[in-house]
């Protein structure tokens, strides 16, 4: 169990770091506002997650994290997608 949450807590820490890194390199121009944005959304996350947690804390918790977490990846794909028709479409353009 030690090991699990070890696992857990590195697999958490590192994301946001490869996260900024990601954006600094995809956006050397605007890298204060990319940075600024991504930490935004990351801290009302993490403020609106709590507060969400606190009403919907019963025995069935885990299913309410895997539909969260199940819409999260999907709008995720949606908007990559989206972004790479956009750029397939300005590519064309020129």
């Known amino acids: ?6 696992l857990i807590g590195l697999i958490v820490g590192i994301v946001p770091a490869l996260i900024s890194t990601i954006l600094s390199k995809e956006f050397p121009k605007t890298k204060g506002a990319a940075l600024g944005m991504f930490n935004f959304i990351r801290y009302i996350g993490m403020a609106l997650g709590s507060i969400t947690i606190g009403f919907f804390s019963d025995d069935n918790i885990i299913y309410y994290y895997l ?3 199940i819409l999260l990846i999907v709008i995720f794909i949606l908007s990559k997608l989206k972004i790479k028709l956009n750029v397939m ?4 353009q020129y």
């Open 1 to 6: 169990m030690l090991a699990i949450t070890f």
């Open 67 to 69: 539909g969260i977490s």
């Open 89 to 92: 479409n300005n590519v064309e």
